[in-house]
């Protein structure tokens, strides 16, 4: 068992969080699974409200079939990190929490998650997990979580409006040149078309769709261990002039710029847009409004292609009082059965072997981002938040400054300063 860690660290954004100690999880205590038996017992596992349209559902599935008994809470999303941490630290924790990927390293740090590596190496299709959510699932060499839902960025582009600005709809831009001749083009049919747009004040929508082309050139955010940033990178660089040049030609529409994540869905299911960044949580509704569209993964500069591997691990909390019963949830959320579930109900499957059968066969977007998902990325870092997500964070101001101010290599320094000194402050 992981021996929790008693330290008081600055957590994301501004929220504090005191370390998980070994206090009592909320389930009951079950069954050893070790001794052979089945685990039983109930367990309480906590989600964000941004899942609660699959997650009792979810949980309903397991019940029916299963000795345990999972019973899910639902948190709102904003306070979700927050309320997960205070709750561990005082011993009234859940006993399985769904945590968005990219905070899996920090929980991990501080002694919050248990140390599932021996559940983990024994499944028989560990090598087709999600490579990212497998990266950031572990912490000095032990694994803390399990691959749960997934997603992917692409891009996003209109079919009808490419032919119409002469352009082959079936070839899509494999370049940062094509995605600038295409955006020229798209904005030249007249006032109320754009070629291009993307959320000028959101950090996280900004990782997830602009980190891809700068990994797809070759080039990175962050160092494999996150002790080092790379925001002053050529490959940045050229990622933050390509949007720059689009703003300057015209092609992006003026509200992009305030745009903290909610216009790009309208704007493109409004048949006015060419091309968008988005993940494939956007195919119903696009579907719905049925524009015709396609999606092809994010280019770097000269091609190549690279995609966000985004998503929730599921973890076992330290401290749960039903250890047997909870590992048995996060072992099952995995399986076929569950993974299937999750492929209609809005999750890309974190399992490669099951894209094919239960994924793609909903449609060529479903298997582009079935795909995408298999080579995805994602920056490990136990300060991704304070880093990229936060809306007044160094990799949105530089995204912002670069873009719409045009100093771009002056908003690269500055951004990489911030980011070094929060990384050197957590140690």
């Not at 999880?25 to 079950?30: A, K, L, S």
């Not at 869905?265 to 968008?276: E, V």
């Amino acid at each position: 068992m992981h021996n929790p860690r008693w330290k008081v660290a600055a957590l994301l954004s501004g929220l504090a969080m005191v370390a998980a100690a070994c206090g009592g999880g909320g389930g009951d205590t079950g069954g050893d699974a070790g001794d052979g038996a089945a685990p039983t017992g109930t367990i309480t596992v906590w989600a964000r409200d941004s899942q609660q349209v699959f997650m009792s559902k979810l949980v309903d599935l397991y019940n029916k079939n299963h000795e345990v008994q999972a019973k899910v809470t639902v948190i709102p999303a904003a306070s979700f990190v927050q309320k997960l941490g205070t709750a561990a630290s005082s011993g009234s924790g859940p006993d399985v929490a769904s945590i968005d990927l990219v905070y899996a390293p920090y929980f991990a740090s501080v002694g919050a998650l248990e140390d599932i590596t021996e559940l983990a190496d024994a499944l028989p299709y560990k090598d087709a997990l999600s490579p990212s959510h497998r990266a950031l699932s572990t912490w000095e060499g032990q694994t803390y979580a399990l691959p749960f839902t997934a997603e992917a960025s692409a891009l996003y582009y209109n079919k009808d409006l490419f032919t119409k600005a002469g352009l082959d709809p079936e070839k899509p831009p494999t370049t940062y040149a094509e995605i600038r001749e295409a955006a020229q083009k798209i904005r030249a049919l007249g006032d109320d078309y754009y070629g291009f747009t993307f959320a000028g004040a959101c950090g996280g929508c900004n990782v997830f769709e602009l980190t891809p082309h700068v990994w797809a050139s070759g080039g990175d955010v962050l160092s494999a261990d996150g002790k080092q940033a790379s925001l002053d990178s050529p490959q940045v660089t050229a990622a933050l002039q390509l949007y720059r040049d689009m703003w300057t030609d015209g092609s992006i529409p003026s509200a992009a710029k305030n745009d903290a994540g909610t216009q790009q869905i309208p704007l493109f299911t409004s048949g006015k847009l060419g091309m968008t960044p988005l993940g494939a949580f956007a195919i119903p509704t696009v579907e719905e409004a049925k524009i015709n569209f396609g999606v092809t993964p994010l280019p770097g500069q000269d091609g190549g292609t690279g995609s966000f591997a985004g998503g929730d691990v599921i973890s076992v909390m330290s401290g749960t009082k039903n250890a047997a019963g909870a590992q048995d949830f996060v072992k099952w959320v995995t399986d076929a059965e569950a993974q299937d579930f999750l492929a209609h109900n809005g999750s890309v499957p974190v399992r490669t072997d099951l894209v094919g059968s239960i994924y793609a066969p909903q449609g060529e977007p479903y298997a582009v981002f079935g795909e995408l998902m298999g080579i995805g990325k994602t920056p490990y870092s136990v300060v991704e938040n304070p880093i990229f997500n936060d809306n007044n964070g160094p990799w949105i101001k530089m995204i912002n400054d670069a873009t719409f101010g045009g100093d771009v290599a002056g908003a690269q320094a500055a951004a990489q300063q911030a980011a070094q000194a929060l990384i050197d402050d957590a140690g």
